[in-house]
T-cell receptor, first 113, second 114 residues
Framework: DQQVKQNSPSLSVQEGRISILNCDYT??????FLWYKKYPAEGPTFLIS?????DKNEDGRFTVFLNKSAKHLSLHIVPSQPGDSAVYFC????????????FGTGTLLAVQP | NAGVTQTPKFRILKIGQSMTLQCTQD?????MYWYRQDPGMGLKLIYY???????DKGEVPNGYNVSRSTTEDFPLRLELAAPSQTSVYFC?????????????FGPGTRLTVL
């Protein structure tokens, strides 16, 4: 049972335009969501996160939006740059002393120069 | 800081062989994790540790063992390797274990079992 879903395996965007990566989840107990970025042959690196008490969090070119009623979050990258080309993983967790991260399957973003 | 380091980077095993994947972090993090990533899939938690001497199972622990004798090291042991264990293995660490924690990942070990 895939609790965190990224239904788009890949996305291609022109440099300078907006990239929108989507993530859906099924478990209403999730209270924290994270985005990780992964380059080939490297481990994932933390990008941005959002608590379930918020609906938006912004960090430079990256903004994450959370729609709890739709159980949907999205990552916006504006403007997109060729260096943003990577696999993006959405992850979710719920409370507890040692809560576990549940990862989506990832979306490969290609930013064309 | 080197962050999280993993050795080896690549390994090919024969069915039934055993090996240990090494993981070391120099950030003095109490929490450490082992994940595996299969092609086209997300990361799945194998085992985790909340501190030296304390480990617990994650989502997919079968076929693996771990130990945590020091804060820095968290080796993952594969006994009787099987083709189903062909995957990329990532070790991670974090300073806290609760909601909102940020995990730092190593570069991964690509394991093939033939």
């Amino acid at each position: 049972d895939q609790q965190v879903k990224q239904n788009s395996p890949s996305l291609s965007v022109q440099e300078g335009r907006i990239s929108i990566l989507n993530c859906d989840y099924t478990n209403s107990m999730f209270d924290y969501f994270l985005w990780y970025k992964k380059y080939p042959a490297e481990g994932p690196t933390f990008l941005i996160s959002i608590s379930s008490i918020k609906d938006k969090n912004e960090d430079g070119r990256f903004t994450v939006f959370l729609n709890k009623s739709a159980k949907h979050l999205s990552l916006h990258i504006v403007p997109s740059q060729p260096g943003d080309s990577a696999v993006y993983f959405c992850a979710a967790s719920y409370g507890g002393a040692t809560n576990k991260l549940i990862f989506g399957t990832g979306t490969l973003l290609a930013v064309q120069p | 800081n080197a962050g999280v380091t993993q050795t080896p980077k690549f390994r090919i095993l024969k069915i039934g062989q055993s090996m240990t994947l090494q993981c070391t972090q120099d950030m003095n993090h109490n929490y450490m994790y082992w994940y595996r990533q299969d092609p086209g899939m997300g990361l799945k938690l194998i085992y985790y540790s909340v501190g030296a001497g304390i480990t617990d199972k994650g989502e997919v622990p079968n076929g693996y063992n771990v130990s945590r004798s020091t804060t820095e090291d968290f080796p993952l042991r594969l006994e009787l390797a099987a083709p189903s264990q062909t995957s990329v293995y990532f070790c991670a660490s974090s300073s806290s274990g609760g909601t909102g924690r940020k995990e730092f990942f190593g570069p991964g070990t690509r394991l093939t079992v033939l």
